[in-house]
Every structure is written in C-alpha cells, then in structure tokens.
C-alpha cells in the first residue's frame, strides 16, 4: 500500500509541470484551471496525511457539494437536497466510525429520501424525485470509501485524473470513432489513450493491482459518460459554475466517482 509521504512529491512535480505546460499554451482557460488545481490539491493532501478523519472530511465536503450541484441538475427542492445531503453525509461518517454499520445506514437514508415525496404527497413529481433520490444517494455516497482506502484514494484520483486528461488532448488529436452518443467529443483513441496513462501512473505511484487498474480503464470513462448522460437529460453543458475554469465540483470528479466504485466491488 502506498502512503500519502511517498505520493507528496509525485503530486508537487505534477502541478509543477502542470504549470510549466499551461504557461507555454498560454490559453487563459488552462491557466485558471491549473490555479484551481494548484489551490486544491494541498488542501485535499494534507487532509488525506490526517488520515481517516481528514478523509472523512475531505468525503463530506465533496458528497455534499456534489448533492447541490446534483440536486439542481434534476431540479430537486430544497428539502429534497436537504435531506440527501444528510443520508450521504451519514454514510460518510458511518464508514469512518461504525464500519458494520453501512449497509444500515444506506437503507436508512434510502428510506428518509423516499420519505419526502411520499409524505408530501406529490402524485405529479413524486416517482422522479424518488429515482433521483435514490441515485444520488447511491451515486454520490461512493466517496466514503476514501476513508479506508486513504492514499490509495489518492492514488486513484491521480490516475483517473491524468487518464480524462490525456484522453482529452489524445482524442482530438487522433480522433476516430466515437466513445458514446452521450458525449460526442470523447473518442475510442483518446480512452485508450488515457487508460495508458492512467496505469502507467499507478505503477509510477507503486499502487497498481488488478483492482485498481480496472477502476482507472473501465470506471473512469463510465464515470464521466453517467454524468454526461445527467447533464443532457437536464440540458446543461456544466454541473455548476463556481469552480474557475472547471464548471463544477461533479465536472471534475465524475470519473473518479464510478473508479472508486468499481474498486469497492472488485475489493
């Protein structure tokens, strides 16, 4: 298993590099992007060296982010993404302080978001809101598992992230055959392209493992075409529009949501 010690300077050199990159492209949507990055990241590290409260922490703030920029995609109400927010926020700290416990705590979330359009009484809206519900609770409540997998987490969102960048540029410089209707941009040269890079950063990390390396090829690009699909059932381009250069916080880490899934069912 990897340690957070040991991923500090590989993630420094990358935002170095990184850095160096986006003032030769010198394309000021790249360069707000990378100060994004280049303010996030420590945080997010640090928080990880904490281990598992910081995980913990680190899982909260994203799960419940997520629910808001979520909860407007699928045009939820207030006390709809009041209380998904709080059955996430439940499983997150469930996993950290009673372990034996998540399957309880996601059938009683399950069961407190089906509670709002049944006792609201919405015969109109009603069945919508409880899917969404119930796929943002399972969708969304998969960064838990950042708490016991710590700087494997990491490791993960290093790679995953390295992977949608490079199959980004990959695919529209060789281009080729669509990946998806859903998102016409991305492409089978590009996805091959990135899942390379991807494991070849695990094995730079020393966290390469079948498990792992599954989660980068498969669930990465099944991350980001599920919120594409979402995003195009709600016609919007982005998720949010706070986080410079990026969109929002679901933009960023769709891919890593549906990885770390594939990770807890191949672990």
């Known amino acids: 298993m990897t340690?957070?010690?040991?991923?500090?300077?590989?993630?420094?050199?990358?935002?170095?590099?990184?850095?160096?990159?986006?003032?030769?492209?010198?394309?000021?949507?790249l360069?707000?992007?990378?100060?994004?990055w280049a303010a996030g990241v420590p945080l997010v590290t640090l928080a990880f060296w904490w281990g598992e409260p910081g995980a913990a922490a680190v899982a909260v703030v994203v799960g419940v982010i997520a629910v808001?920029?979520?909860?407007?995609?699928?045009?939820?109400?207030?006390?709809?993404?009041?209380?998904?927010?709080a059955a996430?926020?439940?499983?997150?700290?469930t996993v950290w302080l009673a372990p034996g416990e998540v399957l309880r705590a996601l059938g009683a979330g399950a069961l407190a978001v089906a509670a709002v359009p049944?006792?609201?009484?919405?015969?109109?809206?009603?069945?919508?809101?409880?899917?969404?519900?119930?796929?943002?609770?399972?969708?969304?409540?998969?960064?838990?598992?950042l708490v016991p997998l710590g700087a494997d987490g990491l490791a993960l969102f290093v790679a995953v992230s390295v992977a949608?960048?490079?199959?980004?540029?990959?695919?529209?410089?060789l281009g080729g055959p669509r990946l998806s209707p859903l998102s016409?941009?991305?492409?089978?040269?590009?996805?091959?392209?990135?899942?390379?890079?991807?494991?070849?950063?695990?094995?730079v990390l020393s966290a390469a493992s079948t498990p792992m390396a599954v989660a980068v090829v498969v669930g990465g690009p099944a991350g980001d075409l599920l919120e594409s699909m979402v995003k195009r059932g709600a016609r919007v381009k982005d998720a949010g529009r706070w986080l410079p250069g990026s969109g929002g916080l679901l933009d960023r880490i769709d891919s890593l949501l549906v990885a770390l899934a594939v990770l807890l069912v191949l672990s």
Do not use: Q
Not at 31 to 36: E, I, L, N, P
Not at 71 to 79: A, C, D, H, V
Not at 164 to 173: E, K, L, Q, V
């Open 184 to 203: 016409p941009a991305k492409r089978w040269s590009g996805t091959l392209a990135g899942a390379a890079a991807g494991l070849g950063v695990l094995a």
């Open 88 to 93: 996430v926020t439940g499983v997150v700290l």
């Open 68 to 85: 808001l920029e979520f909860g407007g995609l699928m045009s939820l109400g207030r006390l709809d993404r009041a209380v998904l927010a």
């Open 31 to 36: 360069m707000v992007r990378w100060c994004a």
């Open 3 to 29: 340690s957070v010690g040991s991923l500090a300077p590989y993630l420094g050199g990358a935002l170095a590099l990184g850095g160096v990159a986006v003032a030769a492209s010198g394309r000021r949507e």
């Open 118 to 145: 049944l006792l609201g009484g919405d015969a109109d809206h009603g069945l919508r809101r409880l899917g969404a519900g119930l796929l943002g609770l399972a969708w969304l409540s998969v960064p838990a598992a």
């Open 164 to 173: 949608d960048i490079t199959a980004y540029f990959a695919g529209r410089r």
